[in-house]
């Protein structure tokens, strides 16, 4: 069976989105920042089908995240839409051609049909909660990685649940204050550090869940 592991850029004080998300900041307030050390970035920048960017040790942490990955694993609100209902016409942030190229499982209260995408990303949309959703991700990927790409509310639940391998942090030097925590409420998690790569403005640390 792939490894299920968490790749997520989390601030100093350990949130991963900043607070009040919306259609104008998806990340939430400030929560940009988060992200700022991979968009110029040529492994980031080819998933993205834009061209040049810098190759970097950043560059090659991003390249080994997406390396091998069957089937990625999402909340609704990453997804986007707010939440309740549908909104019709909704189809994900990343426009018609999203980056993911394999089938991503969505975790809703919210029933939907699945919606195919080009490039080969097609999302299901899962309302049995995360067993359900990994479930049908290794249906897919066989032995291939599944990433739980986030955000918090959905990680959170994979690490409560036992059901993650591995949970590589990216630790961006801002402080929000306020956002979604990523870590918040799951009491004795422990984790063995197996790897750190420094990069120029962000640090990258690799951890095993224990079980
Ligand atoms: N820093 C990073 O690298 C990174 C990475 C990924 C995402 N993010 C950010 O993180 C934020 C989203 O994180 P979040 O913690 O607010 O939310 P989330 O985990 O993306 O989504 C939570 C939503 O998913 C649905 N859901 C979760 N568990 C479920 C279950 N067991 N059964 C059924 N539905 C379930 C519910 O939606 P409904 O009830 O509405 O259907 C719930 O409100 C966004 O700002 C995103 O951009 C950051």
Request: hydrophobic share 50%; net charge neutral; proline share 5%.
């Given at each position: 069976m792939g490894t299920v592991s968490c790749q997520i850029s989390m601030s100093l004080d350990g949130y991963v989105a900043g607070p009040e998300q919306s259609r104008q900041d998806p990340l939430g307030r400030g929560g940009l920042r988060l992200h700022e050390w991979f968009f110029g970035l040529d492994a980031w920048r080819e998933q993205h089908g834009l061209s040049g960017g810098e190759h970097t040790v950043d560059a090659e942490v991003v390249e080994e995240m997406t390396r091998d990955v069957g089937a990625y694993i999402m909340g609704r609100r990453m997804f986007g839409d707010g939440g309740g209902r549908w909104e019709p016409g909704w189809r994900g942030w990343w426009g018609e051609d999203p980056p993911f190229r394999t089938p991503v499982f969505v975790l809703t209260h919210q029933e939907r049909e699945p919606l195919p995408m080009a490039g080969g990303t097609e999302f299901h949309f899962?309302?049995?909660?995360?067993?359900?959703?990994?479930?049908?991700?290794?249906?897919?990927?066989?032995?291939?990685?599944?990433?739980?790409?986030?955000?918090?509310?959905?990680?959170?639940?994979?690490?409560?649940?036992?059901?993650?391998?591995?949970?590589?942090?990216?630790?961006?030097?801002?402080?929000?204050?306020?956002?979604?925590?990523?870590?918040?409420?799951?009491?004795?998690?422990?984790?063995?550090?197996?790897?750190?790569?420094?990069?120029?403005?962000?640090?990258?640390?690799?951890?095993?869940?224990l079980r």
């Open positions: 899962v309302t049995e909660g995360p067993r359900a959703a990994l479930a049908r991700a290794r249906e897919v990927a066989g032995d291939r990685r599944i990433s739980v790409a986030g955000g918090a509310d959905t990680v959170r639940q994979f690490l409560a649940a036992g059901l993650l391998d591995v949970l590589q942090l990216h630790i961006v030097p801002i402080v929000l204050g306020a956002g979604e925590p990523l870590l918040a409420g799951l009491g004795d998690l422990r984790l063995a550090q197996e790897s750190v790569v420094a990069g120029p403005t962000v640090t990258h640390v690799t951890y095993r869940v």
